[in-house]
C-alpha cells in the first residue's frame, strides 16, 4: 500500500503514544505553560514553588489516577470530589470521635472509599442505571453523609502519625507528593502492562469485543468503580492529614479538576485509550495553572472558570483530532 | 471426511417456527455458501451451530462427536468458530492486542510480579499469524481502527486462527469492503481452505459467493432447500432458489449487475 511517508513530529508523535503512552501535546502545553509562568511572576521558580505545585497536585493527582481508569473502561465517576470528603470525615471520626489509633483512621479512609465505589460499581452493572446518574446521585449521598456524619462541622485533632501522612517531609520531600509517586508508577504498570489494564481500554474500546473475547465486564466494571472509589479514599486521607481536619466540605469539584487532567493526558473521553503518565502531566498542567494564578494575584472565583474552560477546551481538540484522522 | 453433520434441526421462538428441519453436512476443508433471503433462518442455523441457541429437535454432530447438549465455549473448544459481521474488534488497540484480547500471554516482571502482558510475545505470534495469512498490514503497532475494512477482517480472522479451529463460520466478510479488498478476503478463505480449515460463508453477495465455494446451501423457509455443487450452477439458478420460481431472469440479471 502506497501511503506518504508521514513527517517527523508526526513519527515522534506516534512513538511517544505507542512507547510512552503518552500525547507529546500535553508535554508541549506544560512546557509553554511553566516558560508563561516562569516569564510572569518572579517566585514561581523556585524549588520551594516546585514543591507546592506537586503539594497541591498530590489529591488531585490520586483522584485524576481514578477518572483516567474509570474513564479509560467506558465509564464515569463524577462522585470522586464527595467520596474524597467523605472518606477524610470517616478517618477522621475513627480517629478523634472514636479514638482508634491512626492505622484504623488510614483503613478507614480507604474503606469508606472502596464501599462507595462498589456501591456505584453495583449499580452500575446490576441495575442498568447510567453511570452518569449513578455517580451524580452518588455525589449528593456522599456529601450528604459527610455533613451527617460531621454533623456540619470539620473534626479536629487528628493524632501525630496520621498528620505525618499529610505533613511529614523525609528528605524534603512532602509525603503527599511521595504518596502519588508511587500510587502513579503502580497505576501505570498496572494499566499499562498487564492484563487487568489491557481489558480495561478493550472494555472501554469496544464492549462487544470484550465480552467476545471472555471477558467478565461486569465484574471487570465493579472492580473498575471499587478502586476508583479507594483511590478517591486516598485522595481523602492526604487532604485530610495535609490540613489536620476533616472536613465535610473538602473535595468539592475536585472532580471536574480531576476528570480534566485526564482528559488532558490524553484518555479518550469514551474510553478506550488512557495513561497514567498522560493523566499526571494533565495533572502537573492543572497545578501550574493553579499554582501560577494564584502567584499572579489571580482571583480564586477566575481559576474556577479556567479549568471549566480548559476541560471544554481539551475535549473539543481530542474530537477534532478524532475526527480529522477518521477522514484519513 | 464429514466434519460437520446436521440432521433435522428445528428452532422454534414461541409461535414463531425459524427452522423447520434443516439437513446441512460440511466436509473438512470445504467452503459452504449459505445463502438465503432476509428471515429465511441464516442466523438462526448459525446460531445453533455454534451453541448460542439450543435445536428444539434434530441432531448435531461435529468431528465424530454429539455437540447438541454443548455450550458455546465447549463448542469453540472442539474448532467451531465464528467471525461476526461487526468482526468485535476494540478498534483503538493494536494487532496483537486484539488477537489476544483475553488470552494475553504473560510473563513476571523482574521475575517478581505475575500477570505482566508479554507484549514482545504477542507482537512475534501476531506477525506471524499474519503472514500465515499471507496478507500484508501497515503496521502491526498501529491501532486496528485505522486499518482498511478488508485489513480488519484479516485481523479478525487471524484472531479466529489461533484457536486452531477446524470450521470457521463468517457473518457477511464482504458486505462492506471495496472491490479490491473483497478478493483479498476471497484469498483469505481460500487459504483457510488450502490448509485443511472448513469455511461456512453467509453472504448477500452471490458473485463472491459463486467464487470461493464448493458448494452453495440455499435456505428458504426454515429449509434447506437446495444444496447445489458451486461447479455445477449458476448465478440464474441460485437466484431461482432463493426467491423459490417467479420471474427470476430479471433478479439474477440485477444480481449480476450488483
Redesign the interface.
Known amino acids: 500500500?502506497a501511503?506518504e511517508q508521514p513527517g517527523f513530529w508526526a513519527r515522534v508523535q506516534r512513538a511517544s503514544v505507542?512507547r510512552l503512552h503518552i500525547r507529546l501535546e500535553s508535554l508541549v502545553v506544560l512546557l509553554a505553560l511553566s516558560t508563561a509562568m516562569a516569564l510572569l511572576s518572579p517566585y514561581f521558580l523556585s524549588l520551594s514553588n516546585f514543591l507546592n505545585i506537586l503539594l497541591a497536585t498530590s489529591t488531585i493527582g490520586v483522584l485524576a489516577i481514578a477518572a483516567t481508569f474509570v474513564i479509560g473502561s467506558g465509564g464515569l465517576d463524577l462522585s470522586l470530589g464527595s467520596v474524597m470528603g467523605l472518606a477524610g470525615v470517616a478517618g477522621a471520626f475513627v480517629a478523634v470521635n472514636l479514638g482508634w489509633p491512626s492505622v484504623f483512621a488510614v483503613a478507614a479512609c480507604i474503606l469508606a472509599g472502596a464501599i462507595a465505589g462498589y456501591i456505584n460499581g453495583q449499580l452500575v452493572t446490576r441495575a442498568f442505571v447510567p453511570a452518569f446518574i449513578v455517580t451524580l446521585g452518588m455525589l449528593g449521598l456522599a456529601r450528604g453523609l459527610a455533613l451527617v456524619i460531621s454533623k456540619g462541622r470539620a473534626i479536629y485533632g487528628l493524632p501525630p502519625e496520621a498528620v505525618y501522612i499529610g505533613q511529614g517531609r523525609p528528605f524534603g520531600v512532602p509525603m503527599p507528593v511521595i504518596i502519588l509517586v508511587l500510587t502513579a508508577i503502580v497505576a501505570h504498570?498496572v494499566l499499562a502492562?498487564?492484563?487487568?489494564g489491557?481489558?480495561t481500554?478493550?472494555l472501554g474500546?469496544?464492549e462487544?469485543?470484550?465480552r467476545?473475547?471472555?471477558?467478565r465486564v461486569e465484574h471487570h466494571r465493579r472492580i473498575i468503580y471499587t478502586l476508583s472509589g479507594a483511590l478517591a479514599g486516598l485522595a481523602g486521607l492526604l487532604f485530610t492529614a495535609r490540613v489536620n481536619a476533616g472536613d465535610p466540605t473538602a473535595g468539592i469539584n475536585y472532580e471536574l479538576t480531576a476528570i480534566t487532567a485526564a482528559i488532558i493526558g490524553g484518555t479518550?473521553l469514551f474510553g478506550?485509550?488512557a495513561s497514567i503518565l498522560g493523566t499526571m502531566i494533565g495533572a502537573l498542567i492543572m497545578g501550574v495553572l493553579q499554582n501560577g494564578l494564584t502567584l499572579l494575584a489571580v482571583q480564586s472565583y477566575y481559576q474556577q472558570m479556567a479549568i471549566g474552560a480548559v476541560l471544554i477546551l481539551a475535549v473539543f481538540i481530542d474530537q477534532y483530532q478524532v475526527r480529522k484522522?477518521s477522514r484519513v | 471426511m464429514t466434519l460437520l453433520s446436521l440432521r433435522g434441526i428445528r428452532k422454534s421462538f414461541g409461535a414463531v417456527d425459524v427452522l423447520h428441519g434443516v439437513d446441512l453436512s460440511v466436509a473438512a476443508g470445504e467452503v459452504v455458501g449459505l445463502v438465503g433471503d432476509n428471515g429465511a433462518g441464516k442466523s438462526t442455523l448459525m446460531k445453533t451451530i455454534t451453541g448460542i441457541y439450543r435445536a428444539d429437535t434434530g441432531s448435531i454432530e461435529f468431528d465424530g462427536k454429539d455437540i447438541l447438549a454443548l455450550d458455546p465455549g465447549q463448542r469453540r473448544r472442539l474448532g467451531i468458530e465464528m467471525i461476526y459481521q461487526d468482526l468485535s474488534l476494540a478498534k483503538q488497540q493494536d494487532v496483537a492486542s486484539n488477537i489476544f484480547l483475553g488470552r494475553e500471554p504473560t510473563k513476571k516482571l523482574l521475575g517478581l510480579f505475575p500477570g505482566f502482558v508479554d507484549k514482545s510475545e504477542m507482537d512475534r505470534q501476531a506477525s506471524k499469524m499474519i503472514e500465515r495469512l499471507g496478507a500484508h498490514l501497515p503496521s502491526i503497532n498501529r491501532s486496528v481502527g485505522s486499518f482498511s475494512g478488508g485489513q480488519q477482517q484479516t485481523v479478525a480472522i487471524a484472531r479466529a486462527l489461533t484457536f486452531n479451529p477446524k470450521l470457521v463460520i463468517m457473518d457477511e466478510p464482504t458486505a462492506a469492503l471495496a472491490v479490491r479488498e473483497v478478493q483479498s478476503v476471497l484469498d483469505l478463505i481460500r487459504r483457510l481452505k488450502s490448509e485443511g480449515i472448513a469455511v461456512i460463508l453467509i453472504s448477500h453477495r452471490l458473485n463472491d459467493v459463486l467464487s470461493v465455494t464448493d458448494r452453495i446451501v440455499v435456505l428458504r423457509h426454515g429449509r434447506a432447500d437446495a444444496d447445489l455443487v458451486t461447479a455445477r450452477t449458476n448465478m440464474n439458478e441460485v437466484v431461482s432458489r432463493i426467491v423459490g420460481g417467479g420471474d427470476t431472469a430479471a433478479a439474477a440479471a440485477h444480481e449480476q449487475r450488483g
Open positions: 500500500m501511503s505507542e504498570a502492562y498487564t492484563r487487568f489491557r481489558h481500554l478493550a474500546d469496544s462487544g469485543a470484550a467476545a473475547a471472555g471477558i479518550n478506550g485509550r484522522e
